[in-house]
């Protein structure tokens, strides 16, 4: 599998990324318009942040947003979840029912699942991972992260989860939950994955706070380039990476930039047009830095010949 695109960006100063050579072009502080080249013309343009929701989020462990039609809560999963509601303060949550599943990833390691959850009604919620009861948890009337320790598994694999809920007499509301994390170490405290970001120039963005990856599947149309924006406050570690089937991910595109400064890099995905492959986007904090990154990839997307003409 041949190596189609690296830009190894091996300085600490952010600016030093335009100097890395391919693809690592520096937009200035005052917000110098992007290259036309190749984001205009004529081009197909699919906007991946367009398809965050079907994209796995990894943040020290998988993220399932519960209230944004997650693809794990979807299919014969959707048929156990109540129905998805926006609450006064805008974010989107689904309604628990009893006996609630999905099935999910674990590339090993996972040690814990936090559901964040709420019952305006007195509600109580036993997990379940793979049939096994992990314990109970008590919900409360305002937004709860409920914690439960799983139980040790060597190898990766899938998990099915299952909450069975139990209510203090016949509920007036049901309960609700915004997210669930699969992971070990640290909790996440947001998990919003599209929103603006404005670094002199507002883009639509990919948000990465602190460490993060969003994985995609996709099959690479005809004379295509994945172009991207990227840029952070503190100093970080952008990658992209490729993944055909089982193989170990390529890593395609390397650079580190902060400052609050956009900068854009593409990549040529010629080689792998018709092809279905595993795009994974990582934000990372340099060893010893801060892991409040405040990173984003601005308007990523695939840039795409118009081949009708």
Known sequence: MCCLFLALGACDNPRDAARLGTGAASLSAAGKARS???????????????????????????????????????????????????????VSHAELLNGARLTVPDRGGARLVALRASSGTGCSVELMVDGKSTGTRRLASKWKTLRYALPEVTGTGQRTL?????????????????????????????????????????????????PRSYAFQIQVPERCNLVFDYGARALTLFEVKLRLGQEPPVTMFAARAGGSIWYQGWIDLRDYAGRTVGLELHANAGRGRPASLGAAWGEPMLSCADTEQ
């Open 36 to 90: 036309s080249s190749m984001r205009s013309g004529d081009l197909k343009l699919r906007l991946l942040h367009g398809g965050a929701t079907g994209a796995d989020l990894w943040q020290g462990g998988l993220v399932v947003d519960l209230g944004r039609h997650d693809k794990y809560v979807q299919g014969e999963a959707r048929t156990t979840w109540g129905r998805f509601v926006r609450s006064p303060d805008g």
């Open 162 to 210: 299952e909450l069975r809920l139990t209510y203090d007499g016949r509920p007036t509301t049901p309960a609700v939950a915004r997210w669930l994390w699969l992971g070990a170490g640290k909790i996440p405290t947001t998990v919003s994955r599209v929103g603006k970001r404005s670094f002199a120039q507002a883009m639509q963005s990919l948000l990465a706070d602190t």
